[in-house]
């Protein structure tokens, strides 16, 4: 013990980078690792289904969101329950950033399905922005800048927006834990 003591004072700097400089430089990378991974905690490609009921018709509704550093697409496949026949597609796609918890998607494009030649939907999506007929006869249905809080557990992204700007997270939708796929 006694030697340790001499040998801080004969190399004082040698000290102080073993009392200072290494635990500063261990906090710094801890530090610096968990923030790169809580930012992208939620990045990857998440499905969520649901049952929806319409004027008696069943609806098996399978939403997808696809979260990268800076931009989103997500789709809601509507289909008739006990079949695979596809009824309606929603999509929404943009910009999205992310503070702390809290992601904010910026929509940019709306999403329908692409009609085959007797005019059912197939699973392609077509995108349409901001000046195109479709983006204009459809955008007052959206908000286009929504704030969401997000956690994700292992596999799953507990995601909740209040998509409807109502002040509250209390409509169909607007809290959503999905599954990574």
């Not at 809580?38 to 049952?51: I, L, P, R, S």
């Not at 006990?82 to 904010?104: E, K, P, W």
């Not at 992204?157 to 990574?180: I, K, P, S, Y």
Request: aromatic share 14%; charged share 25%; hydrophobic share 30%.
């Amino acid at each position: 013990m006694l030697g340790y003591y001499y040998w801080m004072m004969i190399n004082p700097r040698k000290f102080l980078v073993q009392l200072v400089f290494i635990p500063v430089s261990l906090f710094a990378f801890f530090v610096t690792s968990c923030e790169s991974s809580n930012k992208e905690a939620y990045t990857g490609t998440w499905e969520y289904t649901e049952k929806i009921t319409s004027d008696e018709v069943v609806y098996n509704n399978t939403r997808t969101i696809t979260l990268t550093k800076s931009d989103y697409e997500e789709t809601y496949f509507i289909r008739r329950e006990n079949s695979n026949t596809i009824v309606s597609i929603i999509g929404t796609r943009g910009d999205l950033s992310q503070s702390n918890s809290n992601l904010t998607f910026s929509l940019k494009e709306l999403g329908t399905c692409d009609r085959d030649e007797s005019e059912a939907c197939t699973e392609n999506v077509m995108w349409y922005g901001q000046g195109t007929d479709y983006y204009n006869d459809n955008i007052h249905y959206f908000q286009t800048t929504v704030t969401g809080k997000f956690e994700v557990n292992g596999n799953t992204l507990r995601l909740r927006r209040d998509l409807n700007n109502d002040g509250d997270l209390e409509d169909a939708g607007e809290d959503v834990t999905f599954e990574m796929i």
